[in-house]
């Protein structure tokens, strides 16, 4: 592979003639031949991406027959073998300007703006920063997994040496919202999260919307105070002392590669005051939670309850932890105890549960109820995919502030919790649809007397006769049996 520094020529784009950094050139025994129903043809890599009418870039060997890209239709796609001995040059650019793409034989294709083949190249390269060398890398987000994303998302969490800094188009000084607007025009949003916004965005179909990414990408803001193992916990407001806390949590074995997570809400507002996301045992996990209740004020404590998350559970009931969550509780679990020493507090996943609580964070941020300035929980909810009906990360991502978020939004937001109101109305509905008995002494209000309603039927009545009428005192007898009739 080699590389050529361009200083001098410009390449067409949709956007007009822009400038490139370089080319690059490699050689390839495999290739794909691309045919249009227009008569434009390409021969590419598998890896080439060309843009569908969508918006998006597509890899070449993904094509079907009929699919639409941006100017026409694919008429075919075949692979190409070549002989090892009669190898084939292929190009690409490098760094477009203004969007990352260019036409290849009027086809509107991606360029390459990152190092291919990344992982294979830093693990040949760690060896020389471990004996006291430095690296700086720098690029835009390619979409979630790679080295670069697992690099970054152990930077954001403090398990390797890197600085993790973003620097999104705001930070340009000549760059108003003028600018950014004419910039972005004919863009698509996921793109300009991209490229504009520092975001990784999965190329899947994510469990939000792209509105709902505008709603929780205002929100973010840094913490107050980054504390705990490995400044792993991020505060964003102190404990209240008249405030009520749900403390949430998605538990890990501590040492693989998930993590351990919880978040601190504010059970009135469905504020995140506070976040943890690190790899720690599920016993100091317990010892964590532990010690971040009693500062939120005895905050309700849901761990969940799967796997590893036992431990954690079954741990803090033995310690004595004062309010756990139980989930047969009376309506009121901040104030609920256990009647059989056998039960085990927390929050138990299963395929049911799991798509309600995922259905009701869903609702909470499309509402904008949910309050949360966490660059960490965005990274992971835009990695969040549906695939088939199962909502989850995608490959080399992670789900685990997503449970643990959710979890507690249930909790805070949802189905997990029931209001005095609520109980109140549903013990009044109960009573309404009951079967009773009352006698006739057992009038309501306090009235002592009743007349009855005239009917030539009853005893002692005429319906041409009104003569009759008296006030029965409570306790006299009629004679009701015209109603069985």
Known sequence: MSYITNTHYQVKTPGGWQNFDGIKKAVRTGLYFLTCLSGKTLKCTSEHKVKNID??????????????????????????????????????LINVENGRQYYTNGIVSSNCAFIRDFDEIWTSLYPTLST???????????????QYYKLWTEAETSTNDFNPIRLPWTVHPEHDQAWFDKETKNIPKRKVAQEFLCDFISSGDTFLQPSEFDKLRAMIRPPIERTGPQNAIWIWRNCEETRKYVISSDVSRGDAADFSTFHVIDYETCEVVAEFMGKIPPDK??????????????????????TFGYFTCTKLKDMGYPRLYYANNNGNPFEYRPINPEQVPGFLTQTKTRGQILAKLEETIRNGKLKTPSQRLYDQLQAFVWNGSKAQASKDAHDDLVMSIAIGIWLACGDGQVGNNGMDMAYAMLAATSKGV????????????VRPVQNANMQG??????????RIKPGSTLDFSWLYK
């Open 438 to 449: 009352r006698l006739s002494t057992e009038l309501p209000g306090g009235i002592d007397e």
């Open 285 to 306: 996990l317990a010892d964590l939670l532990f010690e971040y209740g009693k500062i939120y004020n005895d905050a309700l404590l849901c761990p969940e309850q799967n």
């Open 55 to 92: 918006g998006n870039f597509i890899q070449v060997c993904d094509l079907l027959p009929g699919d639409l890209l941006l100017d026409d239709v694919v008429l075919s796609v075949t692979k190409i073998d070549i002989a090892s001995d009669n190898e084939e040059h292929v190009f690409d």
């Open 461 to 470: 009545f005429s319906s041409y006769n009104t003569a009759g009428r008296q």
């Open 132 to 146: 006291g060398g430095n690296a700086i890398i720098l690029s835009t987000p390619n979409g979630v997994g790679g």
